[in-house]
């Protein structure tokens, strides 16, 4: 019986499982239990579960541990920009363009001619200040000639007043004699009127002479309050007329606009015969060896910002094969928001919390900015290096013993000092050939006012003047 049963047919089932082979029986049914069939997993797939968590977890522990021993003493941020000085070139005095000397992309040195302006109208009006001053120091000379004049009148007054009382001393006399012989009838009452009639005019002499005194008195103290405690050069009279010339010279001097700072040409919008006012904006000069970077750092980010921590810095222009050094130089008083020409107004009721930025100024290395040019606005990288924490985040006030900023040194007062000295001197009479020297010292030197003058002192030198700077080659 028990070999009928295994040599039994085959149930039509058997076949499919035969069929199926080894790979189907863990799907295999437990007989009689009535549970549904156990999915066990490969166990090549449970292998590859855990060697990715395994993966995963070993990235984030070195992440973290190149957080914890690197990444978080650094702060970087791609919203960087160049920045500098923008130096307006702008005119003191109005006229009508004559010249110009640069255009944009242009590099000028500090003091170069820029922009030249019609002299005419300036140089009239220098001329009549220059007469105006020889003809005040020719009447303050005058005024202390003056003095010694008076002083001699008062002198000769005083003499007739000394002779009148002279002469009312000897009527009185005559007049006292004759009083007493009237009564023995030695003179006649006509006699001894008479004699009181010259002592009455010799009395009137007298204090007419006197009056003539204080009168020559008081015109000399009048001239003497004029002319003490000063001299000709130094009278208020000349220095006013000196300043008048000075004044004069300085709009001649002014129709040339040189270069405040050495740096390239940007922004020109100034045309030959174009007829300006003071303060008319025409180009623009940028230093491009005083930039800067300004790098909008969040607000998150500049908990551990100090001044004086060094910044790696890479700008789009160059790529990452050019790194320039830098140094945080200061923290922005406020937020880009703060300041900009509309700020936000976050007392409304539709309010949304929106990240703010601060700028922080970073200084560049002059050398890797001589080798490396930048121009402002470029986009750069900055990362700051914040393992040092010893300096201030806000820099202290101090007292700047020069300018951070000049501009070229003007020496037109100069050249219209000498200019007033040499008028003084001509007008006094005194030699004038050491100022003459100087003035020629200057045009020797090239000095940008004494030529101005001289050349412009004739027609023919301003003819001069006009030819040669529309000859030139840069002149536009």
């Known amino acids: ?81 160049v920045a500098g000085n923008v130096v307006q070139v702008t005119p003191q005095v109005g006229g009508t363009v004559t010249a110009i000397f640069a255009d944009d992309t242009d590099v000028v040195a500090a003091g170069a001619p820029l922009v030249k302006l019609d002299p005419a109208d300036a140089q009239v009006a220098l001329d009549q200040a220059e007469a105006q001053l020889g003809q005040t120091v020719r009447e303050v000379r005058t005024l202390f000639a003056n003095d010694a004049s008076f002083a001699a009148n008062v002198k000769l007054r005083e003499a007739d007043a000394q002779r009148v009382r002279a002469d009312l001393a000897k009527a009185e006399d005559d007049l006292k004699r004759r009083s007493g012989l009237t009564a023995t009838g030695a003179v006649s009452g006509e006699e001894l009127e008479h004699a009181r009639t010259a002592v009455a005019n010799a009395k009137s002499q007298l204090a007419a002479a006197e009056a003539a005194v204080t009168a020559a008195r008081e015109q000399l103290s009048a001239n003497q309050a004029l002319t003490r405690g000063t001299t000709a050069e130094d009278h208020p009279n000349v220095q006013r007329a000196a300043a008048r010339v000075r004044e004069a010279w300085l709009a001649v001097h002014r129709g040339e606009l040189v270069a405040p700072v050495g740096g ?33 750092f969040k607000e998150v980010q500049l908990t551990s910002l100090r001044i004086g921590q060094p910044v790696k810095l890479v700008a789009d222009l160059y790529g990452d094969k050019v790194e320039y050094d830098g140094k945080v130089a200061g923290l922005g008083a406020g937020t880009g928001a703060a300041f900009s020409l509309l700020p936000a107004q976050n007392a409304t009721g539709n309010w949304i919390k929106v990240v703010q930025r601060v700028p922080v100024r970073v200084v560049l290395d002059a050398k890797q900015l001589a080798e490396h040019p930048l121009r402002i606005g470029l986009s750069m990288v900055a990362t700051v290096d914040v393992h040092d924490q010893s300096g201030p985040s806000i820099a202290s006030a101090t007292k700047a013993d020069k300018p951070a900023f000049a501009s070229a040194p003007d020496e037109s007062s100069a050249e219209a000092d000498r200019l007033v000295a040499e008028i003084v001197a001509r007008n006094l009479g005194k030699p004038v050939s050491s100022v003459a020297a100087g003035r020629s010292a200057g045009m020797a030197a090239g000095k940008p006012a004494a030529l101005l003058h001289d050349a412009m002192a004739t027609g023919a030198g301003r003819a001069r003047l006009i030819t040669t700077a529309a000859a030139l080659p840069a002149a536009y």
């Open 264 to 296: 390239q040409v940007a922004k020109r919008n100034v045309q030959v015969g174009q007829r300006i006012a003071a303060g008319t904006p025409l180009m623009a000069v940028v230093p491009l060896d005083q930039l800067w970077v300004d790098a909008n």
């Open 1 to 81: 019986m028990a070999n009928d049963r295994n040599d039994s047919p085959a149930t039509p089932a058997q076949p499919a499982a035969q069929a199926a082979g080894p790979a189907a029986a863990p799907r295999a049914t437990p007989v009689g239990t009535g549970q549904p069939p156990v999915h066990r997993p490969p166990f090549g797939r449970a292998k590859a579960l855990i060697a990715v968590a395994v993966a995963v977890i070993a990235g984030g522990a070195a992440w973290g541990a190149h957080w914890y021993s690197h990444a978080r003493w650094f702060v970087e941020t791609d919203n960087a920009y």
